[in-house]
């Protein structure tokens, strides 16, 4: 059963978007050093290695993973083959702006598939939170400057994001089906190593398709190389174990709309690296995305 949003619940929650925003900027620095599909793959190749002092039991024959490897073969597959290789391909064909638009509809498809698909009840609050929080989500694209939104114009591009999107709310509702046993539910580092398993399959083939079928190529060096070492520490250990906890705790619905956050960090770290000092627009975002949070949680 969901338990309440307590402040260290909310901290769990907000450290998640920051990591991701941080995701998102790299994502963009480094478009032209590696293919998007190559990155995720090397991403989680790398958050493999680090997860293996912790998790190296889950590789055991006799692991309680292997008879439940289908759902895990699940989970890895929509949360480490198919969320973030969708957005690093996305960073390719879309713009920015229009990869945070599509993104931000992430509170309204965890209201969607839970209701749709797991039984859950959609309730009117939640649903006010949703258009609070993404209020604020326009407020930070359109700079304060409504006007701007008018010229937002959506690409097929933007598709991936929408999938990603989809991917990312059947991954946080499955979370929460406690079908696993507890040697691997309790151990945090032995259930993302488990995913893990199953997702470098799926990413590996997505990247030797990208090889297949496409002319890539590597620019290796130290920018990559600290590139590869942030989003496989950051977005996805800290992050995901981080995730998990929080969405655990509450729900996905109303962790959900701490996503939200994503793009107000990633306006706040790209104004960061250009100079920029926070505009009072970014507060006034903040407050509609974290009103949103408020109202969707209470009881």
Request: hydrophobic fraction near 60%; charged fraction near 10%.
């Amino acid at each position: 059963m969901n338990q309440r949003l307590t402040p260290s619940t909310a901290l769990l929650l907000v450290i998640p978007p920051l990591l991701w925003a941080g995701n998102a900027v790299v994502g963009r620095l480094v478009t032209g050093l590696i293919p998007p599909m190559t990155l995720n793959f090397l991403r989680w190749a790398l958050a493999f290695v680090i997860l293996v002092p912790l998790a190296h039991r889950v590789l055991r024959r006799d692991s309680a993973l292997w008879p439940n490897w289908k759902r895990f073969a699940l989970l890895g597959f929509l949360g480490v083959g198919c969320y973030n290789a969708l957005q690093y391909l996305a960073l390719r064909t879309s713009t920015p702006l229009n990869v945070t638009l599509v993104a931000a509809s992430v509170p309204i498809w965890m209201l969607a598939v839970g209701g749709l698909c797991f039984g859950q009840r959609v309730s009117r609050q939640q649903i006010a939170g949703a258009l609070l929080s993404i209020a604020g989500v326009l407020v930070v694209l359109s700079r304060g400057q409504w006007a701007l939104l008018r010229e937002v114009r959506l690409v097929p591009g933007d598709l991936y994001v929408l999938l990603a999107t989809l991917a990312w709310a059947f991954y946080s509702w499955l979370l929460v089906q406690p079908k696993e046993p507890p040697e691997i539910r309790q151990d945090w580092a032995a259930f993302l190593m488990a995913q893990i398993i199953f997702g470098l399959g799926w990413s590996g083939l997505f990247a030797a398709s990208e090889w297949a079928l496409t002319d890539p190529h590597i620019a290796w060096g130290w920018p990559l190389a600290a590139a590869l070492l942030y989003i496989a520490v950051g977005p996805a250990v800290i992050a995901y174990r981080f995730w998990g906890v929080g969405v655990q705790r509450v729900g996905p619905a109303i962790a959900g709309f701490f996503s939200n956050l994503t793009p107000l960090f990633a306006a706040l770290l790209s104004a960061a690296f250009l100079g920029d000092l926070p505009q009072l627009y970014h507060a006034f975002a903040f407050v509609l995305i974290v009103g949103g949070i408020v109202v969707s949680s209470r009881r």
